[in-house]
């Protein structure tokens, strides 16, 4: 029976894809239920005082990011709240939503934060990190973690990127198709430009059910405010 069950959740591991978060550490294994990724915020994944025990200590300007993509493609937003236990992740880490291609790892040595938050020595918070699918669909995995002024980054030998993967972020595309701004003279990096896009990702985060359509449309009104 124990021996079923486990091949059982084995297999819908497999089957299920969906993505991983190994740094900073994920609050629990989103892959086993009743834990769904399909689920806003944290994939029912809640804090506990285990998890709350058991923060990764991050840099107060950003830190190490590894995720273990698992689909041929996906779009990708990072969020953070602070707290001990919070639910309003409101303050978007990216400039704008991110095209994410490739199936493997892929780490980011230095997050940067937008550089107004001054994230004060202690401070707990939790990230957020959301994939959108092609049809809207949108997963969830949370990492608790505390910024310390002693907190490391991950080193050379962990954190490398799987060959072929790539990274792009998305461009406004007009009605008849042409793109508005070559996709290589946008760097994918955390900006004060990132704080101001931090309205349209609370929205987007908060519509979680119905992420979809809606989400686009804010995420790609905050790429065209910001683009112009
Ligand atoms: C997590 O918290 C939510 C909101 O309080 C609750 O509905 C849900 O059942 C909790 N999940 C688990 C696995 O405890
Ligand atoms: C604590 O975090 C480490 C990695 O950061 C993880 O390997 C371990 O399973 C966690 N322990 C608990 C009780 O969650
Ligand atoms: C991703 O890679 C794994 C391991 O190499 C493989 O089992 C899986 O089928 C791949 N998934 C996709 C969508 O390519
Ligand atoms: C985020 O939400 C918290 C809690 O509701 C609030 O105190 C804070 O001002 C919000 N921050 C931003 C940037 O909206
Ligand atoms: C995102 O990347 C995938 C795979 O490369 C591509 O098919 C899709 O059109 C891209 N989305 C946008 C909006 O560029
Ligand atoms: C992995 O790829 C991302 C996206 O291109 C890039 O920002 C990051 O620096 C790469 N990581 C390493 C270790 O080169
Ligand atoms: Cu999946």
């Known amino acids: 029976m124990q021996l079923f069950t486990l091949a059982f959740l084995l297999i819908a591991q497999l089957v299920s894809g969906h993505f991983e978060l190994t740094y900073p550490n994920w609050r629990g294994d989103s892959f086993l239920p009743p834990a769904s990724q399909y689920m806003f915020p944290c994939a029912n994944v809640n804090t506990t005082d285990a998890s709350n025990n058991n923060r990764t200590l991050w840099p107060l300007d950003g830190g190490s990011l590894k995720i273990e993509f698992h689909h041929s493609w996906t779009y990708v937003a990072f969020n953070l709240g602070l707290g001990s236990n919070t639910n309003t992740f409101n303050i978007s880490l990216n400039p704008m939503l991110l095209n994410e291609t490739g199936n493997g790892t892929m780490c980011f040595p230095k997050w940067r934060l937008p550089a107004d938050l001054n994230i004060e020595d202690g401070t707990d918070a939790s990230l957020q990190i959301i994939t959108i699918g092609d049809s809207g669909t949108a997963l969830y995995n949370c990492a608790d973690i505390?910024?310390?002024?002693?907190?490391?980054?991950?080193?050379?030998?962990?954190?490398?990127?799987t060959t072929g993967l790539e990274l792009y972020p998305l461009v406004q595309q007009q009605a008849d198709g042409s793109m508005v701004g070559a996709a290589a003279t946008v760097t994918v990096t955390a900006s004060a430009a990132g704080a101001s896009a931090t309205g349209e990702s609370a929205a987007m985060g908060m519509s979680a059910p119905g992420l979809s359509s809606l989400a686009l449309g804010a995420a790609l009104t905050a790429a065209l405010l910001l683009g112009s």
């Open 146 to 161: 505390r910024f310390s002024a002693d907190a490391t980054l991950l080193s050379e030998d962990q954190c490398q990127n």
